[in-house]
């Protein structure tokens, strides 16, 4: 299979320029202006952006929660994903208790078989951290093309510091990064108590029991830990300007400390928990929304690198069925978590690029360039000859309203009914073949769910 893309503007984490993009098979092959090849498919992308499909290192696939589970398959999920312009996504793969790295590997390979519409690997979750486990780091990192390994300092299943210790050696010394889901369980366990004895249980009193400082303190400790070990860190979903401080604050002190942030982050704030009756569950995530203090603090972030990704944190449960299915009249009852896989491109081009926040090439480099190097998929995350032929033909001017009828996410709801886009794929490729397109109102899926492969990334060179 061949494909020509004629006349769009080619955009890079550096500059953009106009050019052909020449692809055979699945890898694109050159780059330039009236490239004469002879092409089975001929695009003309006149007047739109040629862009590296956008790499979401954040998914929760399936998963389980309050004897329930996440409402998107590694069908529907990679669709969504295909139809927002995501040809990559990195899934967490929460290790059961018992299990070894590969174990849980394979089972959620599995799931994925034959069902997967885009590229994708996974992240190790370490939830039961025996001698072994850590033992296995080196293979994981090193053999099962899965360097990176999440850790929770929050939960039943938290990690302590001296495990933290330990990770952060061991991936230093194979190559592997440490992801933290950065929160003090200590202070939320009080604030749940306090509100407990209160009354305090509706949904905007999920944001109170998990402050700022929650994730102020934690983050400060793991960047302790970090500059104890000499090491390397990335912290997941960070939300407020108190932690953004502290990482900015390491950085400049030498730490290797990285973060990303979400969407939600960026664009809703915590005034969506007083929307009527039960309408708050539908942004109970954690860390909770914050204030548009830390909104414009984590642009801020994105803009001068102290941020150097977003992803979606894409953890869809129905709001009927899934956020009520303990009732409505405990904030700590509902599953924690929302969708946004589908919506992640277009709400940075609209909200970021095009309401001056970000530039164009820095959309491309938190979306696409920086995830694929500090994730290790060296195939992706670029428009150059070598890379895979992951391509959005991207239309900056098509207007688009978001509605939960009119996306792909296996979910009753979006955090961002109504808004009003501008910018949407109007072809989206993975590895060369056409997967998914605009068709009058939408985007909708073209591709084979199954054709999608797993990425064995490679480890982290620390120099």
């Not at 849980?104 to 939830?127: C, N, W």
Request: net charge negative; charged share 25%.
């Amino acid at each position: 299979m061949s494909l020509l893309i004629k006349g769009g503007q080619v955009v890079t984490s550096s500059n953009r320029y106009q050019a052909d993009v020449y692809v055979e098979g699945e890898r694109i092959k050159a780059i330039g202006r009236d490239l004469d090849y002879q092409a089975e498919e001929v695009v003309d992308a006149s007047g739109k952006y040629v862009l590296p499909g956008a790499i979401d290192p954040h998914t929760h696939i399936l998963l389980p929660f309050m004897g329930s589970h996440a409402k998107d398959d590694y069908a529907t999920g990679t669709i969504a994903a295909a139809c927002g312009g995501v040809t990559s996504i990195i899934d967490f793969d929460l290790q059961q208790k018992g299990e070894t790295l590969q174990e849980a590997l394979a089972r959620k390979q599995e799931l994925a078989r034959d069902r997967v519409a885009v590229d994708y690997s996974l992240h190790p979750a370490i939830m039961d951290p025996r001698p072994d486990v850590i033992d296995e780091i080196k293979k994981a990192a090193q053999d099962y093309g899965t360097p990176s390994f999440k850790i929770f300092m929050v939960y039943d299943f938290r990690v302590d510091d001296a495990t933290m210790i330990k990770l952060l050696q061991e991936t230093k010394k194979y190559g592997g990064l440490v992801q933290v889901h950065a929160e003090n369980v200590y202070i939320i366990q009080h604030l749940n108590e306090v509100f407990a004895r209160e009354g305090k249980l509706t949904p905007y009193y999920h944001a109170l029991s998990r402050p700022n400082i929650a994730e102020q303190e934690a983050v400060s400790r793991a960047s302790k830990m970090v500059e104890l070990t000499d090491s390397r860190i990335y912290i997941v979903h960070l939300s407020s300007k108190e932690a953004l401080w502290v990482i900015k604050d390491a950085r400049d002190r030498g730490v290797n400390i990285l973060s990303e942030t979400c969407p939600q982050y960026l664009l809703l704030n915590e005034d969506r928990y007083l929307e009527p009756g039960f309408n708050g569950a539908k942004y109970v995530m954690s860390p909770p929304l914050r204030t548009e203090e830390s909104s414009q603090a984590l642009w801020e972030g994105l803009r001068g690198g102290d941020v150097q990704i977003v992803a979606t944190d894409h953890c869809p449960f129905d709001f009927h069925g899934n956020k009520d299915m303990f009732g409505t009249e405990d904030y700590k009852k509902i599953p924690n978590g929302a969708p946004g896989v589908e919506t992640l491109l277009m709400l940075m081009h609209s909200e970021g690029v095009l309401q001056g926040r970000i530039s164009l090439e820095k959309m491309v480099d938190i979306l696409a360039s920086s995830t694929a190097r500090i994730f290790g998929m060296k195939d992706k995350g670029e428009i150059a000859p070598g890379k895979d032929a992951d391509i959005v033909v991207f239309d900056p001017k098509q207007k688009f309203t978001v509605r939960q009828d009119k996306l792909h996410m296996n979910v009753d709801y979006t955090p961002y009914e109504g808004l009003e886009v501008t910018g949407m794929p109007s072809l989206v490729y993975s590895r060369g073949k056409k997967v998914a397109q605009w068709n009058e109102d939408r985007v909708e899926f073209v591709g084979t769910p199954g054709k999608g492969r797993f990425v064995k990334r490679v480890p982290f060179d620390y120099g």
